[in-house]
């Protein structure tokens, strides 16, 4: 099983949709996590960090459920340049690493 | 706002060449990293470095990749001889003492021919 798996997608939304991408990871020792934004050949830029109690960032919410090793972002009122790849990371406790997912793409259409 | 930069943003080299990519982490920084990314691939962790020394270093980071804090400011990431398969997007990172956000560089396109 992979370390961090996430919705593959891609998804292509409308302007001013809201949309939602699911993240699960498999090591249980994982502390801390993040979304990253990845615009097409540069480099990952940190959206936000993910908490227990969820955490909201303008349009964006991230929750985290340690229960069942799942994180979610959700994205409200999609702009255009929203349009980028969204990775999940995870940060072991004990290790220096962050584990990211493969992604999963946004396009926002007008 | 204080930024990560590496150098070359660009590098085609031959296979069985020597490549040094660069990087100067954000000043007040003290733990840095390398990532790579394969074209169409997620990121991965190849190398963690702290206090002049490597912390730790992924199955990837094998005798060919080398890492050195040559100066107050750079960080390099040395590959001796280049092979086909390490073409990719090389990422430099760096993190605050007892934070775990890590800021990425710009990254190096690597191409080997």
């Known amino acids: 099983r992979k370390e961090v798996e996430q919705d593959p997608g891609p998804f292509n939304v409308p302007e001013g949709a809201t949309v939602a991408f699911n993240c699960t990871y498999s090591n249980s020792a994982s502390q801390s996590f993040f979304w990253y934004r990845q615009d097409c050949r540069k480099e990952p830029k940190l959206l936000m960090s993910?908490?227990?109690s969820g955490n909201e960032d303008g349009r964006f919410t991230a929750q985290l459920n340690r229960a069942s090793q799942y994180i979610s972002l959700l994205i409200r009122d999609s702009k255009l340049s929203d349009s980028a790849t969204y990775l999940c990371a995870a940060f072991q406790g004990g290790s220096e690493k962050l584990v990211f997912g493969k992604g999963t793409k946004l396009t926002v259409n007008p | 706002e204080p930024e990560v930069t590496q150098t070359p943003s660009h590098q085609v080299t031959q296979m069985g060449q020597e490549v040094i990519l660069r990087c100067v982490p954000i000043s007040n920084h003290l733990y840095f990293y390398w990532y790579r990314q394969i074209l169409g691939q997620k990121v991965e962790f190849l190398v963690s470095f702290y206090n002049n020394e490597i912390s730790e270093k992924s199955e990837i980071f094998d005798d060919q990749f080398s890492v050195e804090r040559p100066d107050g400011s750079n960080f390099t990431l040395k590959i001796r001889s280049t092979k086909l398969e390490d073409s990719a997007m090389y990422f430099c990172a760096s993190s605050d003492p007892g934070q775990e956000t890590q800021y990425f560089g710009p990254g190096t396109r690597l191409l080997v021919l």
């Open positions: 993910v908490y227990s």
